[in-house]
């Protein structure tokens, strides 16, 4: 990783900075940074959208977004300091002469311009196009992609080679904002770091894996999005596949970015595809209708705002994964993913085998397998399930099942626990494309989605329905439960 006295300083450009995407959550984490004093003093933010607006008035919606959405009070310091580095450029997508307006503004002697395209795949290819036009581009400029990168292979290719006619891999950096999660980084250090893990991470210890990701909310008006994609492109493509990832691969040989993204492309490999043939034994869709989050009704899927009531468009999926290789032959990892689900929940449950004898059978009829509980949100830290002994004198020897609790707030008191965005940001003005997704990691999930897409798309059932506040379609247990396994609550 670059040391942050020696990266040079940058022009961080946002299109489409007066969006949602860059008010929620690129504005907040850019300043997070800046009161932790990790932005360099010379770079600057600069704000395009084709909205007329200038750049005081950029300054004021940057405090305006503050002040909603940071959930704490600003410090003045700080926000003065930020403030002097906003700057913004009315820039009409469509008009590639209007690319040069930038040009005027940019100063890429003295900075490193990094593009970040908060805008929808359909304008990336505009923007590549313009940058290009304007001489915006040298072997130092970056571009980084938010999903979703296509809905399907065809469609991500035609993006990559979009993006890829203006700009090369090693300067495309394509974001995941769960790589930045302390907990996801963390897997890294747990594995290969760990001896009591790095000799216990195979078939030999490990019965199954489960990972979960949970949202409270529905579609939160995105239907014209959402319903064309689904549950299965919007999170299981990327964030939970790219989870699945960093805990199957091999190690690599260094922490070098060829090296991860070699191993991790590896694992994607060795999915076994979902096929007509299969299909109906290992994924379980469904749908979720009315019901009660935190105990205030909300509407079903089909009955939301703008809502198709003829729509089979999935809002939870949950499927059994199998790895065909060596490490992990017979190590089913079942995934789970919803909408207007119990709470907000995202974690990994690594289930360990059953010990083969119990001598403790006076007390404990049958010893339940120890559990490595990997919490990504909204607690981020690291449990482990084990059996201890209960004090006393009495003569028998009574277990009970007890956790090892690593909580990283209460670990590293004095540590900053950061955000996803801030992290990835700053890599990406650092120029460290590690925590990136390459082009290959991308186009072989497709590969392995897209055969899922299609053996979906020849059943005649519609995805199940679940009242909101619940775990899912009773499917979903049926499909851990026909394994003699259940999930984890």
Aim: charged content about 25%.
């Amino acid at each position: 990783m670059n040391d942050i006295t020696t990266y040079k300083p940058c022009d961080l450009v946002i299109f489409g900075a007066l969006g949602d995407l860059s008010r929620r959550m690129l504005l907040i984490s850019l300043y997070k940074l800046e009161e932790a004093g990790l932005l360099e003093p010379d770079t600057r933010v600069i704000g395009v959208d084709r909205i007329v607006q200038d750049s005081p008035g950029f300054i004021e919606v940057t405090r305006k977004s503050l002040e909603e959405f940071l959930k704490r009070a600003i410090e003045e310091d700080v926000w003065k300091t930020f403030s002097a580095r906003l700057a913004y450029v009315q820039v009409d997508i469509s008009n590639l002469d209007d690319f040069k307006k930038l040009g005027e503004v940019l100063d890429q002697k003295a900075r490193v311009t990094v593009n970040y395209l908060a805008i929808p795949p359909s304008l990336f290819k505009s923007v590549c196009q313009g940058l290009n036009k304007a001489n915006l581009v040298t072997k130092e400029t970056r571009i980084v992609m938010e999903k979703p990168i296509g809905h399907d292979l065809a469609s991500s290719r035609e993006i990559n080679d979009t993006v890829g006619e203006v700009f090369d891999d090693e300067q495309t950096y394509r974001i995941d904002h769960y790589l930045g999660k302390e907990t996801v980084l963390n897997l890294l250090a747990l594995r290969f770091a760990n001896s009591i893990f790095t000799t216990n991470w195979s078939h030999s210890t490990i019965d199954h894996i489960q990972i979960t990701v949970a949202e409270e909310v529905g579609i939160e008006g995105r239907w014209d999005y959402f319903d064309k994609a689904g549950q299965l492109r919007d999170m299981l493509q990327n964030h939970l596949l790219q989870i699945l990832t960093f805990i199957a691969m091999e190690p690599p040989a260094s922490l070098d970015a060829k090296n991860i993204h070699s191993e991790k492309i590896k694992v994607l490999q060795a999915l076994r595809p979902i096929t007509g043939e299969n299909v109906d034994d290992t994924t379980v869709r469904g749908q979720y209708a009315a019901g009660y989050i935190k105990g205030n009704a909300v509407p079903g899927y089909l009955e939301e705002d703008g809502a198709n009531t003829e729509s089979a468009t999935e809002s939870f999926v949950a499927m059994r994964v199998d790895i065909d290789n060596w490490r992990w032959a017979g190590v089913p990892f079942y995934l789970r993913t919803g909408k207007r689900l119990s709470y907000k929940r995202t974690e990994i449950v690594v289930n360990f085998k059953q010990l083969p004898h119990n001598i403790f059978k006076d007390s404990y009829r049958s010893l339940p397998p120890n559990k490595l509980i990997i919490h990504l949100q909204p607690k981020e830290g690291v449990e482990i399930e084990m059996l201890n002994k209960v004090p006393g004198i009495d003569g028998a020897i009574k277990l009970q099942q007890t956790k090892l609790d690593l909580s990283f707030f209460d670990a590293f008191k004095n540590k900053r626990v950061f955000g996803g965005y801030e992290r990835l940001l700053l890599e990406a003005m650092r120029g460290n494309i590690t925590l990136f997704i390459s082009r290959e990691e991308t186009e072989q999930a497709w590969t392995w989605v897209d055969s899922i897409l299609k053996a979906w798309s020849n059943l005649s059932d519609k995805p199940k329905p679940y009242p909101a506040g619940t775990w899912g379609p009773n499917a979903a247990d049926a499909l851990l439960a026909r394994d003699g396994r259940t999930w984890e609550e």
